[in-house]
């Protein structure tokens, strides 16, 4: 059973390969088309533009976080000074 197991893994990973081998041959001989070419880059230029809207968003999320925090435990540490004067002068 694992011999079987093996032969059709090798057998995907020799398909694979091959296809891989062929796919990286026609790419880097520039049979590419300049029409093909334009395209892609185009779409690589669309898709990185999205990518660095999201990571700006990210950036700003993070940065509104950070004050958030920030403006948390200044809450708790003017709220923790209040209560220790309340309760040193009502005792």
Do not use: C, P
Request: hydrophobic share 35%; net charge neutral.
């Amino acid at each position: 059973m694992a011999s079987i197991a093996i032969m059709l893994g090798r057998a995907v990973l020799n398909a694979t390969t091959f296809i891989g081998g062929s796919y990286l041959a026609k790419y880097l001989s520039g049979d590419k088309t300049d029409t093909e070419r334009i395209r892609h880059d185009k779409a690589l230029e669309k898709y990185y533009q999205k990518y660095m809207e999201g990571q700006r968003a990210f950036e700003e999320w993070k940065e509104a976080q950070e004050k958030r925090d920030v403006n948390a435990r200044q809450d708790f540490a003017n709220t923790d000074e209040a209560l220790k004067l309340y309760n040193h002068y009502n005792i």
